[in-house]
């Protein structure tokens, strides 16, 4: 589904992205693991072109996304959900308006379907009883299942979550975490989720990739991921410094 080919990246003289190379399975959920300051969310806006490589090339379903523009650009947006780092919800609109701007904004529905839409995310991700509330009236975790419903509304065929579980006590940590776990089986999308919470990640993906000094050095089967003898991945695991 997402292949990044020697991916490079430099802000300010500072190189991010030193040839990135990762291949993302198709209807699977990945994790992109790593120290702050690798690049794992600057390797999230490449996915979806909100940055462009120095070098190297993105493909999403085959296709390099660089050339993309105007309505071909935002046919290959619309079939991405994105949970920001934070949630991003819009302070001044309910649960229920924030899970159904997107709806408003990128399809021609009536409010009757609309609504049915917003109902059906937001029992996915059991907040039924809290539409008509604003994110001020609501828990942490709680905004975290909100901008997950928003970013599962549109049935996306992938879906990136940057940091979904950020500031979360252990308990809601893993009801977020099992939340994403049964939506993704249930959707059957692509899953790109960057994290820091590991080992608790662990439990619900299908795959781990870590970033090191800009670059790849292990993608595998979590099973495999976490017996991995590579030094930098067992320094990581172990709580010491990459």
């Keep these: 589904m997402i292949e990044l080919i020697d991916v490079h990246k430099r802000f300010d003289g500072q190189q991010v992205l030193r040839g990135v190379k990762l291949t993302i399975p198709d209807r699977r959920l990945t994790a992109i693991i ?11 806006k490449h996915i979806v072109r909100l940055l ?3 070098a190297g090339r993105v493909l999403v379903d085959g296709e390099d996304v660089a050339p993309l523009g ?3 650009l935002r046919r290959m947006r619309e079939g991405f959900g994105v949970l920001f780092q934070g949630g991003a919800l819009f302070d001044s609109l309910t649960v229920y308006e924030n899970v159904a701007f997107p709806l408003r904004e990128r399809t021609r529905l009536g409010e009757r379907a609309i609504s049915d839409r917003v109902e059906e995310s937001l029992a996915s991700v059991e907040l039924d009883g809290a539409r008509h509330k604003y994110p001020s009236d609501i828990s942490g975790g709680m905004r975290k299942r909100v901008a997950l419903a928003r970013a599962i509304v549109l049935s996306p065929r992938v879906v990136l979550l940057d940091e979904p ?7 809601l940590l893993r009801t977020v975490l099992g939340l994403i776990r049964r939506t993704h089986e249930t959707l059957g999308f692509t899953g790109v989720l960057v994290s820091h919470d590991v080992p ?8 781990v990739a870590m970033l090191h000094d800009g670059v790849v050095v292990e993608h595998r089967e979590t099973h495999e991921f976490t017996r991995s003898a590579n030094p ?3 320094r990581f695991l172990d ?3 990459p």
């Excluded at 790593?34 to 999230?44: A, D, E, H, I, R």
């Excluded at 608790?200 to 795959?207: G, P, Y």
């Design 232 to 234: 930098s991945v067992r």
């Design 200 to 207: 608790a990640i662990f439990s619900v993906v299908d795959s």
């Design 165 to 171: 579980t950020t500031g979360l006590d252990p308990i």
């Design 52 to 54: 462009q490589p120095d």
């Design 239 to 241: 709580g010491g410094a």
């Design 34 to 44: 790593g120290s702050s300051g690798t690049g794992k969310t600057v390797l999230l």
């Design 70 to 72: 105007g309505s071909s």
